[in-house]
């Protein structure tokens, strides 16, 4: 049979918020898991995306070496044909004018040549930084998939005991007037799960506010639910229950 003292309710009210407080703090964890795995999921894909950065640096790199080398031998075939013209110059004059252009084909061949040994050790360097991101994304890869197990075992465990909680609830809940429940639920919805709390050093032991003596003491009649003048929490003493 529902008990109707005010009394007799809010020690079913007690009992329900022992069971809502579990309920909240399990429906928040479930809440914020998902996203912790979206903050590891994502830290793991800046790990990824920079890896192909350092990857599309080198295929860059490569066509550009790809290029100079490419240079190099049209450079040196130039070279070669203006040697062989030489010998079929008429005057001092074209010869001497010829020298100067095998000359300066030369000497930016000769440049080439540079940017072409830079480049190696650019080549270098870089794949060895491929290299270094990729062992730390096989290592993060692993720390990853071994914390998104661990978040998804807790989540398993935590919805279990949610169901066995919101079982409890179910029993419980009926056996407090409907209109009680009703605003003890309202309550519940707006302040973190926590709707009675119990008077602790006259204070309020939701928002900590400090109480009257007169408020003190209507609590003790039980006549009406007394509720926090701050936080509109249902008061309650826990020694006079």
């Given at each position: 049979?529902?008990?109707?003292?005010?009394?007799?309710?809010?020690?079913?009210?007690?009992?329900?918020?022992?069971?809502?407080?579990?309920?909240?703090?399990?429906?928040?964890?479930?809440?914020?898991?998902?996203?912790?795995?979206?903050?590891?999921?994502?830290?793991?894909?800046?790990?990824?995306?920079?890896?192909?950065q350092l990857e599309d640096q080198l295929k860059v790199i490569l066509v550009k070496q790809k290029e100079y080398e490419v240079d190099?031998?049209?450079?040196?075939?130039?070279?070669?044909?203006?040697?062989?013209?030489?010998s079929q110059l008429k005057t001092n004059k074209e010869y001497q004018a010829k020298l100067l252009e095998i000359e300066n084909i030369k000497a930016d061949k000769s440049l080439i040549e540079e940017k072409i040994l830079l480049g190696f050790d650019t080549i270098d360097a870089a794949r060895k930084a491929i290299e270094t991101e990729k062992t730390v994304v096989s290592n993060y890869e692993k720390e990853f998939q071994l914390k998104k197990k661990e978040i998804d075992d807790i989540m398993a465990v935590s919805s279990d005991q949610l169901k066995v909680k919101e079982s409890q609830r179910a029993r419980i809940a009926p056996e407090v007037r409907p209109?009680?429940?009703?605003?003890?639920?309202?309550?519940?919805?707006?302040?973190e799960g926590?709707?009675?709390?119990?008077?602790?050093?006259?204070?309020?032991?939701?928002?900590?506010?400090?109480?009257?003596?007169?408020?003190?003491?209507?609590?003790?009649?039980?006549?009406?639910?007394?509720?926090?003048?701050?936080?509109a929490r249902i008061l309650y003493l826990e020694d006079d229950l």
């Amino acid at each position: 049979m529902t008990m109707t003292s005010i009394k007799d309710q809010i020690k079913k009210l007690v009992e329900l918020q022992a069971i809502d407080i579990e309920i909240y703090h399990l429906k928040t964890d479930l809440c914020d898991k998902p996203d912790e795995i979206e903050a590891l999921r994502e830290n793991f894909e800046a790990k990824k995306a920079r890896l192909k950065q350092l990857e599309d640096q080198l295929k860059v790199i490569l066509v550009k070496q790809k290029e100079y080398e490419v240079d190099l031998k049209s450079k040196e075939d130039t070279i070669v044909k203006a040697d062989g013209q030489l010998s079929q110059l008429k005057t001092n004059k074209e010869y001497q004018a010829k020298l100067l252009e095998i000359e300066n084909i030369k000497a930016d061949k000769s440049l080439i040549e540079e940017k072409i040994l830079l480049g190696f050790d650019t080549i270098d360097a870089a794949r060895k930084a491929i290299e270094t991101e990729k062992t730390v994304v096989s290592n993060y890869e692993k720390e990853f998939q071994l914390k998104k197990k661990e978040i998804d075992d807790i989540m398993a465990v935590s919805s279990d005991q949610l169901k066995v909680k919101e079982s409890q609830r179910a029993r419980i809940a009926p056996e407090v007037r409907p209109d009680i429940l009703s605003r003890y639920d309202r309550i519940l919805q707006h302040k973190e799960g926590l709707a009675i709390v119990p008077v602790k050093n006259r204070s309020c032991g939701g928002c900590f506010m400090h109480l009257t003596e007169q408020l003190i003491n209507q609590i003790k009649m039980h006549d009406e639910f007394i509720t926090c003048d701050v936080c509109a929490r249902i008061l309650y003493l826990e020694d006079d229950l």
